[in-house]
């Protein structure tokens, strides 16, 4: 088989180029522990609401600094509908879905995780700004999907 030297040239310029953007693909997963959600920890979604943490939904406190926050996620709200959170906590969130798959999103946080019944998803944040900020969903989850949001105020 005879390749063309052009032809060669730029398929090898390809390869390298894919691995490079592996290489910043491992890179970002070890140095920023950019990892997908860990979806260990599973739930029955007929249950989520007899189910202790998620019967009472809200922040909880662990340390000093810390809390976890559970979430609930169905057509077509967030529970809780408002959370206040203390300014400078670092806040895990425990989030799940009780019917179909919704997108649990603070933008102004870059918090953004997939919220899949049956699982929970988490995703950790330090709040150092005050504020109200918008929680919104942004799975497209059904015709009232645009009016699912909710609050979360920083102070
Ligand atoms: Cu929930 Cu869109």
């Known amino acids: 088989m005879n390749i063309h030297r052009a032809e060669t040239f730029f ?3 390809a390869a390298a180029t894919m691995l490079a953007f592996f290489a910043i693909l491992v890179y970002l997963a070890v140095a920023d522990r950019f990892v997908p959600p860990s ?3 599973t739930i029955d979604p007929a249950t ?3 189910t202790a943490p998620f019967d009472h939904p809200g922040l909880v406190r662990t340390g000093p ?3 976890d926050a559970y979430y609930v996620a169905r057509v077509f709200s967030w529970s809780p509908q408002n959370l206040t959170i ?3 906590s670092t806040v895990t969130f425990y989030v799940t879905s009780l019917d179909v798959v ?3 999103t603070i933008p102004d946080e ?3 995780v997939e919220v899949v019944p049956g699982w929970v998803s988490t995703v950790k944040r330090t709040f150092r700004k005050p504020g109200k900020l918008l929680l919104l969903c942004n799975q497209y989850c059904g015709i009232d999907h645009s009016a699912m949001y909710a609050s979360v105020t920083v102070k």
């Open 65 to 67: 600094n810390t809390y």
């Open 39 to 41: 979806h260990q920890q």
């Open 11 to 13: 398929i090898r310029v």
């Open 102 to 104: 919704h997108g649990f």
């Open 110 to 112: 870059d918090v953004n």
């Open 48 to 50: 989520v609401t007899s």
């Open 86 to 88: 203390p300014l400078g």
